[in-house]
């Protein structure tokens, strides 16, 4: 009767002659193993869910502003619809129309073997006027900051960048450095940027700082800051109060 009993439980017990105890490490893997499993699932279901927004359709306008953003919302819609890289240039086909389809259509037979950045490029050099690209590169060139808003300068920097393709980010960043003010150059310098975005953020924190540290003024005559203290200005002098 024992001899009976042992081998059943050696049976259950696997090759290491143990039952794995309730909550122990093997319960545990296994509840782990589930959870991966469930998270998976998850996570393809919201992406099944997920669809990418279309960009509208570009009708031929002879506008850098305008091709340049038709490039990005494409390249955004192909990255999210996960289309293969060898498509980009078929797929981004069906969002042309009017003078664009045409141009495409007559060129089909030899686009369809075009990757895509040359694809893109060719566009853009029949449709963005050369005199255009040279109007935007001095603007770019001439770009500073002077007595005007950080903001103002670093979006109207954002607008100009985005329509000159050929820009090398060293070269880009370099250029927006140059634009600042002497002060605010040096403190962006110090936190060693990579990217002209990177400097652009780290531009409008320092901004942002001394936006909120400014003294304002009222209608006396004062003026006040956030230290709680306020200097009075007069025709004699100069007070604290």
Known sequence: MKDQRWEREEEESGPQGRRPKEGGPGRLEEMVQRLEVGNAENRRQNLGSFKPIKPKMYMGERNSVVLTRWISETELFLVQSQVEPDLWVMVSACFLDGPTQNWYMSGESV????PWTEFKRELCH?????????????????????????????????????????????????????????????????????TCEEAMRVAERIGDIEGSSRPFHNNLGSTSNNRGWTTTTSSIGRGIT
Request: aromatic content about 10%; glycine content about 4%; hydrophobic content about 40%.
């Open 111 to 114: 686009f369809k073997f075009t």
């Open 126 to 194: 029949y449709f963005i006027p050369q005199n255009e690209h040279l109007r935007i590169m001095d603007e770019w060139r001439m770009l500073r900051q002077g007595e005007g808003q950080l903001a103002i300068y670093i979006e109207r920097y954002r607008q100009v960048t985005l329509q000159l393709l050929h820009l090398h980010q060293i070269t880009k960043l370099h250029r927006f450095l140059a634009g600042l003010k002497p002060h605010i150059r040096i403190e962006v310098e110090k936190m060693n940027p990579q």
